[in-house]
């Protein structure tokens, strides 16, 4: 067969994901970023259109699905990687991206979330972190800071919030990353390396909600304060932050971590040096948690991804099939008269 | 060496009845329910018609010898068509005196009362709050009472094994079956071939167990305690072959059937809950027909997850009782509105809230018809027997796919625990019903997910990774047709309206109800579910003294028969009987504005005849 009687593939672009739905986010809202940046780097994932699934629950950034040019699926509230799972069991062969909250993912649907992780599902979770219930106008959510003041909580809220970085590595999530809605091209990246991971990938979005909780990411976002708070992770670097390059993590003798001046003595290389790929999740699980300590940075990019582990869809889908190998498929009437039988003459 | 066997084999009396009654009760640790339903198959087997009732508590092992550790097992079989698990026993087993307690009142006058004495000292008694003992104080004067020492004899027979005591007297449930096996004149081979597959690897097990129930029979033989044993011919059930089939085994054995005749993959999403979680069991075996079973982390991940794999292109069930099926209930509403073929199997138990775990009721139908928000209407289909439960599962599956909607399968405890003999089908005679995607687009505009079959209403199935069917699906309410998001007032109405026409139009698939017994007349009996075998038997009873009444038993719930109205009026009075407040009769007396009268029973226990054709009697003015 000649190749050259073949149509001539036409690469897919960002053109080809976007729909004639008329977006319904607010002007302004972090969320359009988040979707252009999906739209560009889906036609580079060399995987066909129609085998994209975009699975949401409810809430702002579950109107996704509707704005993606895929087969999309909007759930209901927190029960997207529930309805993901089932898709991705019958169907393995499947892109499977999950459009997501705070509210979503953490709270109503926390439960589905920890068990598809730890699960090690084959999807792509895009977590959109805004700090605060928008489609609701303006509760609180759990990743709300302690003491916030909202329409549900005029005297502050007296809730610890989640850590969902922390969340999904104590679930042992295999690939654990966070980027910004602003971060274009950082969070271009960061959706490629997810994609690029086979089991559930874990990524969470720091969302500007500029009606209700506008700025909530500010000082990790605005160009003076971000190289300051900002530790941008990667694989087999040394953790060096600050805006003159001059901070740096280094291990203490406990085990513990420390926030450290580089000069007087101190080089890069008595700094941890970032390992995404480690098969157990407390060294990542220390990272995600440093953010809450005075002077620490907040990371930013992956921090784990380790991909030694089968994805649950492939072990049920294998399982079937041990079976069969071994047993010989079916036979219905064989199982029908499965058991003690008699014969009535 | 045994001394029984020394014994010259006594010369006892032999009698041929048609039926008899029979129930086991112990404490939830003596393995009654094994005991049980060895009986049955053994029974089945030779050919007896059966219906069985395991009854038994919440708690796996309450306190042993208390009076809530109590577990029964109650069988009917007969030479003649069996339909309820019997009102009255004739031969009662008591391991206990809590179990007697529990059960002596059920046990006939001059019925065999057979007790395990070596469990009746003081101690014993208190716990089953008892202050004198039974076995002598007269109190069980108008029973055929053997005392026998369950305990002793069987660590006598098993003396030479080495086996630990406790070993030793967990074999006396199977000294007591050797006896009845005796009583019935059965083979004990069925049972010796279930204990050497069971206890494959424990040889001294197998050994113990056959033991134990081969001195049972013995001790009969050797004692002449009965004096007489009893015949029981086999039933004639139609010419074919036989298994034994509880209602959970059915529904799964149906699942599988239908996935083969759909040619779908089947799968299921579940969430342990008794009494459905025999389903997952019995699913989770049959890998080898490409069955996934998924153990979701809670009921509303176990309906969901079936969503996403309907929408991925699976035959897709998810199964649960009445507490699941509450926390399934937003979900529900989502399959409604996505238009996708789903099968729910809600298996009833007493409520509400957690209520009676173990105990039937049919309390959920109106959560079935209504408990969802909004108007999110649902087929319904009702088995009424065990082995229904196999054409229920087919049926709802078939009516799913057909009509692109989430079917409501309500059986009950009842059902999923009982058993009856099943003649198999031919599987080659049950027809396929093959599923046709969406392969193209179905307008010149591309593909529009809620463009309907003009017959059914049913919207087309695309699954992902069609080409050029890319679309959005979701809970928002959707514009007819093209499936984009629209809130207008009038197509909201329009769509409302026509997810309530597709499940209307099911009807079309629903044959009509031909009564049984009489078919016009002065009572018409009106049912669904599990009352059937009891309520034929009442029906039947009353008509052979000469009364006329008709028997409506309902399969399908929503939507009903297209003749019911008419039925209804070709009978002076319409009753109701069923084990619940009154939910058919409400929607009965709604539809129809029928005077119907209901008769219902809240005790987590199936009716009686008895109960039935009182309440007829009564009805009839006799």
Same mark, same amino acid.
């Given at each position: 067969m000649s190749t050259a009687t073949l149509p001539p593939i036409t690469p897919l672009t960002k053109k080809d994901f976007q729909t004639d739905q008329e977006v319904r986010w607010c002007p302004g809202c972090g969320d359009y970023a988040i979707l252009s940046a999906v739209q560009s780097v889906f036609p580079e994932?060399?995987?066909?259109?129609?085998?994209?699934?975009?699975?949401?629950?409810?809430?702002?950034?579950?109107?996704?699905?509707?704005?993606?040019?895929?087969?999309?699926?909007?759930?209901?509230?927190?029960?997207?990687?529930?309805?993901?799972?089932?898709?991705?069991?019958?169907?393995?062969?499947? $892109?499977?991206?999950?459009?997501?909250?705070? %509210?979503?993912? @953490?709270?109503? #649907?926390? =439960?589905?979330?920890?068990?598809?992780? +730890?699960?090690?599902?084959?999807?792509?979770?895009?977590?959109?972190?805004?700090?605060?219930?928008?489609?609701?106008?303006?509760?609180?959510?759990?990743?709300?800071?302690?003491?916030?003041?909202?329409?549900?909580?005029?005297?502050?809220?007296?809730?610890?919030?989640?850590?969902?970085?922390?969340?999904?590595?104590?679930?042992?999530?295999?690939?654990?990353?966070?980027?910004?809605?602003?971060?274009?091209?950082?969070?271009?990246?960061?959706?490629?390396?997810?994609?690029?991971?086979?089991?559930?990938?874990?990524?969470?979005?720091?969302?500007?909600?500029?009606?209700?909780?506008?700025?909530?990411?500010?000082?990790?976002?605005?160009?003076?304060?971000?190289? $300051?708070?900002?530790?941008?992770?990667?694989? %087999?670097?040394? @953790?060096?932050? #600050?805006? =003159?390059?001059?901070?740096?993590?280094? +291990?203490?003798?406990?085990?513990?971590?420390?926030?450290?001046?580089?000069?007087?003595?101190?080089?890069?290389?008595?700094?941890?040096?970032?390992?995404?790929?480690?098969?157990?999740?407390?060294?990542?699980f220390l990272l995600s948690h440093m953010e809450h300590r005075p002077g620490f940075p907040t990371p930013m990019g992956v921090l784990r991804a380790w991909d030694d582990l089968p994805r649950y869809e492939d072990v049920m889908n294998q399982q079937i099939k041990d079976v069969i190998a071994k047993r010989g498929p079916g036979d219905l009437a064989k199982l029908l008269r499965a058991g003690d039988t008699w014969e009535v003459r | 060496m045994s001394t029984i066997t020394e014994v010259p084999l006594p010369k006892h009396k032999r009698e041929v009845i048609d039926q008899a009654v029979i129930r086991f009760a112990g404490d939830s640790g003596d393995g009654m329910q094994i005991t049980g339903s060895q009986f049955t198959n053994t029974v089945a087997l030779y050919g007896n018609d059966i219906a069985t009732f395991p009854d038994f508590p919440a708690e796996i092992r309450a306190p042993a010898g208390t009076l809530p550790g109590v577990s029964g097992y109650q069988l009917h079989f007969a030479s003649n068509d069996v339909y309820t698990p019997g009102d009255a026993v004739d031969v009662l087993i008591a391991m206990n005196p809590a179990a007697l307690k529990m059960n002596v009142a059920d046990l006939k006058a001059n019925g065999i009362l057979i007790v395990n004495s070596d469990a009746f000292a003081e101690n014993d008694l208190r716990k089953a709050q008892m202050t004198s003992n039974p076995l002598e104080d007269h109190s069980l004067d108008k029973y055929r009472l053997f005392s026998v020492e369950l305990e002793r004899l069987t660590k006598t027979a098993l003396e030479h094994l080495g086996l630990d005591a406790k070993s030793v007297s967990r074999c006396k449930n199977f000294f007591a079956l050797g006896m009845c096996y005796w009583l019935y004149n059965r083979s004990m081979d069925p049972t010796v071939r279930w204990i050497e597959?069971?206890?494959?690897?424990?040889?001294?097990?197998?050994?113990?167990?056959?033991?134990?129930?081969?001195?049972?029979?013995?001790?009969?033989?050797?004692?002449?305690?009965?004096?007489?044993?009893?015949?029981?011919?086999?039933?004639?059930?139609?010419?074919?072959?036989?298994?034994?089939?509880?209602?959970?085994?059915?529904?799964?054995?149906?699942?599988?059937?239908?996935?083969?005749?759909?040619?779908?993959?089947?799968?299921?999403?579940?969430?342990?809950?008794?009494?459905?979680?025999?389903?997952?069991?019995?699913?989770?075996?049959?890998?080898?027909?490409?069955?996934?079973?998924?153990?979701?982390?809670?009921?509303?991940?176990?309906?969901?997850?079936?969503?996403?794999?309907?929408?991925?292109?699976?035959?897709?069930?998810?199964?649960?009782?009445?507490?699941?099926?509450?926390?399934?209930?937003?979900?529900?509403?989502?399959?409604?509105?996505?238009?996708?073929?789903?099968?729910?199997?809600?298996?009833?138990?007493?409520?509400?809230?957690?209520?009676?775990?173990?105990?039937?009721?049919?309390?959920?139908?109106?959560?079935?018809?209504?408990?969802?928000?909004?108007?999110?209407?649902?087929?319904?289909?009702?088995?009424?027997?065990?082995?229904?439960?196999?054409?229920?599962?087919?049926?709802?599956?078939r009516i799913a796919i057909k009509y692109m909607v989430p079917v409501i399968i309500l059986s009950d405890g009842y059902l999923a625990n009982g058993a009856e003999p099943w003649r198999i089908p031919d599987v080659s005679k049950i027809p396929d019903f093959p599923v046709r995607f969406a392969t193209e687009p179905n307008s010149p505009e591309g593909y529009l997910p809620y463009k309907r079959n003009p017959d059914t209403l049913a919207r087309?199935?695309?699954?992902?990774?069609?080409?050029?069917?890319?679309?959005?699906?979701?809970?928002?309410?959707?514009?007819?047709?093209?499936?984009?998001?629209?809130?207008?007032?009038?197509?909201?109405?329009?769509?409302?309206?026509?997810?309530?026409?597709?499940?209307?139009?099911?009807?079309?698939?629903?044959?009509?109800?031909?009564?049984?017994?009489?078919?016009?007349?002065?009572?018409?009996?009106?049912?669904?579910?599990?009352?059937?075998?009891?309520?034929?038997?009442?029906?039947?009873?009353?008509?052979?003294?000469?009364?006329?009444?008709?028997?409506?038993?309902?399969?399908?719930?929503?939507?009903?028969?297209?003749?019911l109205g008419d039925v209804l009026q070709r009978y002076k009075k319409v009753l109701v009987p069923e084990l619940n407040m009154g939910q058919l009769l409400w929607v009965l007396r709604a539809k129809y504005l029928v005077d119907a009268i209901g008769l219902n029973k809240i005790q987590g226990r199936p009716f009686k005849q008895a109960e039935l054709e009182q309440k007829i009697e009564e009805v009839l003015g006799l």
């Amino acid at each position: 067969m000649s190749t050259a009687t073949l149509p001539p593939i036409t690469p897919l672009t960002k053109k080809d994901f976007q729909t004639d739905q008329e977006v319904r986010w607010c002007p302004g809202c972090g969320d359009y970023a988040i979707l252009s940046a999906v739209q560009s780097v889906f036609p580079e994932l060399g995987i066909k259109r129609e085998n994209f699934v975009v699975v949401s629950g409810i809430g702002c950034s579950s109107r996704f699905p509707y704005y993606m040019n895929t087969f999309g699926f909007h759930t209901i509230h927190g029960r997207a990687p529930a309805v993901a799972t089932g898709i991705k069991a019958i169907r393995p062969d499947l $892109e499977v991206w999950v459009a997501t909250g705070d %509210g979503d993912a @953490l709270s109503i #649907g926390g =439960n589905h979330t920890i068990h598809m992780l +730890r699960r090690n599902v084959g999807i792509k979770v895009l977590l959109f972190n805004n700090r605060i219930y928008g489609l609701t106008k303006g509760q609180y959510s759990p990743t709300s800071e302690f003491n916030k003041k909202t329409k549900s909580t005029p005297f502050g809220s007296v809730d610890r919030p989640f850590n969902p970085i922390s969340l999904a590595i104590g679930a042992e999530a295999t690939f654990v990353a966070r980027s910004v809605d602003v971060f274009q091209a950082h969070l271009k990246d960061t959706l490629k390396q997810a994609a690029a991971h086979k089991g559930s990938a874990f990524v969470e979005i720091l969302q500007n909600c500029n009606i209700f909780n506008d700025g909530a990411w500010f000082s990790l976002t605005e160009r003076d304060a971000r190289s $300051e708070h900002v530790l941008q992770l990667e694989h %087999g670097k040394p @953790l060096v932050f #600050g805006k =003159n390059r001059d901070k740096g993590i280094r +291990r203490k003798t406990d085990g513990d971590i420390e926030v450290v001046q580089l000069g007087n003595g101190i080089a890069e290389s008595d700094l941890v040096v970032h390992d995404a790929h480690h098969p157990r999740p407390s060294y990542a699980f220390l990272l995600s948690h440093m953010e809450h300590r005075p002077g620490f940075p907040t990371p930013m990019g992956v921090l784990r991804a380790w991909d030694d582990l089968p994805r649950y869809e492939d072990v049920m889908n294998q399982q079937i099939k041990d079976v069969i190998a071994k047993r010989g498929p079916g036979d219905l009437a064989k199982l029908l008269r499965a058991g003690d039988t008699w014969e009535v003459r | 060496m045994s001394t029984i066997t020394e014994v010259p084999l006594p010369k006892h009396k032999r009698e041929v009845i048609d039926q008899a009654v029979i129930r086991f009760a112990g404490d939830s640790g003596d393995g009654m329910q094994i005991t049980g339903s060895q009986f049955t198959n053994t029974v089945a087997l030779y050919g007896n018609d059966i219906a069985t009732f395991p009854d038994f508590p919440a708690e796996i092992r309450a306190p042993a010898g208390t009076l809530p550790g109590v577990s029964g097992y109650q069988l009917h079989f007969a030479s003649n068509d069996v339909y309820t698990p019997g009102d009255a026993v004739d031969v009662l087993i008591a391991m206990n005196p809590a179990a007697l307690k529990m059960n002596v009142a059920d046990l006939k006058a001059n019925g065999i009362l057979i007790v395990n004495s070596d469990a009746f000292a003081e101690n014993d008694l208190r716990k089953a709050q008892m202050t004198s003992n039974p076995l002598e104080d007269h109190s069980l004067d108008k029973y055929r009472l053997f005392s026998v020492e369950l305990e002793r004899l069987t660590k006598t027979a098993l003396e030479h094994l080495g086996l630990d005591a406790k070993s030793v007297s967990r074999c006396k449930n199977f000294f007591a079956l050797g006896m009845c096996y005796w009583l019935y004149n059965r083979s004990m081979d069925p049972t010796v071939r279930w204990i050497e597959a069971k206890f494959k690897n424990k040889p001294l097990l197998v050994e113990a167990n056959k033991l134990a129930m081969k001195a049972g029979y013995s001790y009969c033989e050797a004692t002449e305690a009965f004096q007489i044993s009893y015949e029981i011919p086999p039933a004639k059930l139609s010419p074919g072959f036989y298994r034994n089939l509880s209602g959970n085994q059915a529904l799964a054995l149906g699942f599988v059937t239908a996935s083969q005749k759909s040619g779908l993959r089947l799968f299921q999403g579940s969430y342990p809950i008794t009494p459905a979680s025999d389903i997952l069991h019995e699913l989770s075996q049959y890998k080898d027909f490409g069955v996934m079973t998924f153990q979701a982390e809670d009921e509303i991940a176990a309906i969901t997850s079936s969503i996403g794999a309907a929408y991925a292109g699976a035959l897709a069930i998810t199964t649960t009782s009445g507490p699941g099926m509450a926390l399934k209930t937003e979900a529900l509403g989502l399959a409604v509105a996505v238009e996708i073929p789903l099968v729910i199997c809600d298996i009833q138990r007493g409520g509400p809230s957690t209520g009676l775990p173990t105990k039937t009721e049919q309390a959920d139908l109106l959560q079935a018809l209504f408990g969802r928000n909004s108007e999110a209407p649902i087929p319904i289909i009702a088995p009424a027997t065990p082995s229904d439960c196999f054409w229920a599962a087919l049926e709802a599956s078939r009516i799913a796919i057909k009509y692109m909607v989430p079917v409501i399968i309500l059986s009950d405890g009842y059902l999923a625990n009982g058993a009856e003999p099943w003649r198999i089908p031919d599987v080659s005679k049950i027809p396929d019903f093959p599923v046709r995607f969406a392969t193209e687009p179905n307008s010149p505009e591309g593909y529009l997910p809620y463009k309907r079959n003009p017959d059914t209403l049913a919207r087309p199935w695309a699954v992902p990774g069609t080409p050029g069917l890319e679309h959005r699906i979701g809970g928002l309410e959707k514009q007819d047709v093209t499936g984009n998001i629209n809130y207008e007032p009038l197509n909201h109405e329009h769509m409302v309206r026509i997810r309530a026409a597709k499940v209307a139009a099911v009807v079309q698939d629903i044959p009509d109800v031909v009564p049984v017994g009489d078919a016009e007349g002065d009572l018409l009996i009106v049912a669904w579910g599990s009352t059937h075998g009891a309520i034929t038997a009442a029906m039947n009873a009353q008509r052979a003294l000469g009364r006329k009444i008709g028997h409506v038993h309902l399969r399908y719930l929503n939507p009903l028969p297209a003749n019911l109205g008419d039925v209804l009026q070709r009978y002076k009075k319409v009753l109701v009987p069923e084990l619940n407040m009154g939910q058919l009769l409400w929607v009965l007396r709604a539809k129809y504005l029928v005077d119907a009268i209901g008769l219902n029973k809240i005790q987590g226990r199936p009716f009686k005849q008895a109960e039935l054709e009182q309440k007829i009697e009564e009805v009839l003015g006799l």
